[in-house]
């Protein structure tokens, strides 16, 4: 089969073209395993962190890619949910072990044996790829496979996001960084929230405007005052700055939620900006997301099909990968990029 694979960590800047394309061997599913033919994988930040070497795969040459539909093409022997033909995403959760402490207290993506798709695991950006029955998810019909694949990472961890923030209708929220999770987050909170407010915090007068066309109340520079304190805010931006900034305007008691899988360092210096009393005392908490669980996955579906969210999508060919990447790391963005395999 056709994979574009990654045989070592490499700077984008100077490498713009960190992925091969390969013949590999067709996967052999276990006995608990689907074989899925690959149709369309979205092509994710994290992409970038593991190619950078910010969060690295275990082994090379790996095949990258999380956000995954495919058919089944053939099942193992102990297979009961699933039958050839059907349709099935698989998201960043690739497996756990069932049994640790936080796998038992649904917590499994803090379990020790967490297992990511396409850095632990060999992912979606090939023709073919094997997951655990159990790891894999029906798509609800109404969307497209180019469709459904981003839904699958910034749709699930956004939603996660969401959820920890322990948000309560008429609560204020902010979002802080105004790429693709946080704008399906925003759309998640008007429809289930539809009595809160939402605030951005966003660079670009353009990614502003957006936020307000989506439904936000107010929109404004990373480091303006909102003009009501915030409940919770949920923080999607590589960099400290926009947490430090963000704090003052969190309300007493108030949550700030970083969604990201790593900061870079480039503006660690911010943080000295920090002045405990205004930034955090009364009681004011930092939390972090890590990974989704299945549950987010599945929630976050039926939430998508309800609502609906329909993301805006540009295709590549699966020999595209490397500009796909590139495009995102220069900021790029026409929509959630998705690779097309066939
Ligand atoms: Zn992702
Ligand atoms: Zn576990």
Not at 12 to 36: A, I, R, S, W
Not at 76 to 87: A, C, E, L, M, V
Not at 135 to 164: H, K, T, V
Not at 253 to 265: C, Q, S, T
Request: net charge negative; charged share 25%; aromatic share 8%.
């Amino acid at each position: 089969m056709k994979a574009m694979v990654l045989k070592k960590i490499c700077d984008l800047k100077e490498n713009k073209h960190p992925l091969e394309c390969v013949n590999l061997p067709e996967p052999v599913p276990g006995e608990k395993e689907l074989l899925v033919k690959v149709s369309a994988c979205g092509v994710c930040h994290t992409e970038l962190d593991e190619i950078e070497g910010r969060t690295p795969p275990l082994h090379f040459p790996v095949v990258l890619g999380h956000q995954i539909i495919g058919r089944v093409e053939k099942v193992g022997s102990h297979i009961h949910t699933f039958n050839p033909g059907d349709r099935v995403g698989i998201a960043w959760i690739y497996s756990a072990c069932g049994k640790c402490e936080f796998c038992l207290s649904e917590q499994e993506n803090l379990c020790p044996e967490f297992r990511a798709t396409g850095r632990d695991a060999n992912g979606g950006y090939a023709q073919y790829m094997t997951v655990l029955e159990d790891f894999a998810y029906p798509i609800p019909e109404m969307f497209s496979d180019a469709e459904a694949a981003p839904l699958l990472c910034a749709g699930a961890i956004g939603y996660r996001s969401l959820r920890l923030t322990g948000i309560k209708d008429g609560q204020n929220l902010g979002l802080t960084g105004f790429g693709a999770s946080a704008h399906l987050v925003l759309k998640m909170t008007r429809h289930k929230y539809p009595n809160s407010k939402v605030f951005v915090f966003a660079r670009s007068a353009k990614e502003q405007a957006f936020a307000k066309e989506l439904g936000a109340v107010w929109a404004g520079d990373t480091e303006e005052e909102s003009p009501e304190k915030l409940d919770c805010i949920i923080d999607t931006t590589p960099v400290w700055k926009p947490v430090v900034e963000a704090l003052k305007n969190l309300e007493c008691g108030g949550r700030l939620v970083i969604n990201a899988i790593r900061k870079e360092d480039v503006d660690k210096n911010y943080l000295l900006n920090l002045e405990y009393p205004a930034y955090l005392w009364l009681e004011k908490e930092i939390k972090s997301v890590a990974n989704v669980e299945r549950r987010d996955v599945r929630e976050f579906l039926e939430l998508a099909a309800e609502i609906p969210i329909t993301p805006e999508v540009q295709e590549f060919a699966l020999e595209e990968a490397n500009q796909a990447l590139v495009e995102l790391k220069e900021r790029k963005i026409r929509g959630a990029k998705v690779l097309r395999i066939v």
